[in-house]
């Protein structure tokens, strides 16, 4: 097992390795100070990890409650979230006691919440189930519900009290799933770690599993320690995702998923500042490479003026400047700050 430690606004550990889930009882007692919490997930993940979870916290002296929600996207609403709170009221949680978070991204930013609003703050353990809630959105305390204007409009920062993350749980990750994640995988290479970035492009990913997962998690961790609340360096993190966004906008949210179109995000945001002459070295001939290896998308069917105008109508956008991320080689990062008609040059141009 690997074990990170995050000190942020609350100090946490990162546990990574395969069948720590019959152990998350142990652990979640170590750090948690009441015994009675809630398990929240979704039907799929449930059905396959809800019970070991569960009894695992029984035998660690919990009493526990669950509370599981239909699978997928449109479950990340105020509606579920209101659920949740009447299921945490009915099951006699209180400030003392806590929740537990099972499952993917949408689970441990809807529960995450949940967690950061209930009774103004409980305590909740990140047991994240996907690649791309281990690598990534388990860590740093991002936690949001979608509403109608856009996702993750609603929400706030709430550390958890500790991260499970049994990598076991992967190998019942639909293909298309774990490709998700890579996407983001490929962002931490390419924005921090050449290292990483070529353990990837080597192709044979799932042999370097746990290496690649915890190198991921070191990266977040040094980000988010050095700029909890996104005002500056945790930026990166967003490396391909205005115009991957934009992308997932434009098909609706029914195309591409979201690391795929980050992957896609990411190429065309390199390419464009190769064009420009921003960059250099030839990034986008390897980060190509690197996506194809690992079975991710490099391009997709939409005009780029399309593409300019559904990623500066981003409602997270603070002036009529963008922050544009770019990797002028591989495994750094800066942020460019410039004005929205230099950016829609860069894209269009
Ligand atoms: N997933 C990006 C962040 O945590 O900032």
Redo the contacts with the bound molecule.
């Keep these: 097992m690997e074990k990170i430690t995050v000190r942020a606004s609350q100090t946490y550990d990162v546990l990574i390795g395969g069948g720590l889930l019959a152990d998350a009882g142990r652990y979640a007692a170590g750090v948690l100070k009441s015994r009675r919490t809630m398990i929240v997930s979704d039907d799929n993940v449930f059905s396959l990890y809800g019970e070991t979870l569960k009894k695992s916290l029984e035998n660690a002296g919990f009493e526990v409650s669950e509370f599981v929600f239909p699978h997928g996207e449109q479950s990340k609403s105020h509606e579920t979230l209101l659920r949740v709170y009447d299921a945490l009221a009915k099951n006699n949680i209180t400030r003392a006691d806590s929740l537990f978070a099972l499952g993917g991204g949408v689970t441990g930013d809807l529960a995450g919440f949940a967690a950061a609003s209930f009774l103004r703050g409980i305590d909740y353990v990140q047991v994240p189930t996907s690649l791309l809630a281990q690598i ?2 388990s860590v ?1 305390g ?1 936690t949001a519900v979608d509403i109608p204007a856009g996702k993750n409009l609603v929400g706030a920062f709430k550390q958890p009290k500790l991260v499970i993350s049994d990598t076991d749980t992967l190998s019942t990750l639909p293909e298309d799933f774990f490709d998700d994640g890579m996407g983001e995988a490929v962002k931490y290479g390419m924005i921090w770690s050449e290292k990483l970035f070529e353990l990837i492009a080597s192709g044979n990913i799932k042999e370097h599993l746990e290496e690649m997962i915890t190198e991921c998690v070191d990266i ?1 961790r040094q980000v988010v320690e050095t700029d909890e609340n ?1 005002k500056g360096l ?1 930026m990166i ?2 490396f391909g995702h205005t115009l991957g966004h934009s992308i997932e906008k434009t098909q609706n949210f029914s195309g591409l998923s979201h690391g795929k179109a980050v992957a896609v995000g990411m190429y065309l945001i390199t390419r464009a500042a190769e064009k420009h002459g921003l960059i250099t070295e030839n990034i986008g001939g390897r980060l190509r490479d690197c996506l194809e290896a690992n079975g991710l998308p490099y391009s997709v069917d939409i005009p780029a003026e399309m593409l300019f105008e559904n990623s500066v109508n981003d409602k997270k956008r603070f002036s009529d400047d963008i922050n544009i991320i770019l990797c002028k080689t591989v495994g750094k990062a800066d942020i460019v700050k410039m004005p929205v008609n230099e950016y829609h040059r860069l894209i269009t141009g």
């Design positions: 990534d959105s740093g991002k977040k996104d945790r993190l967003n």
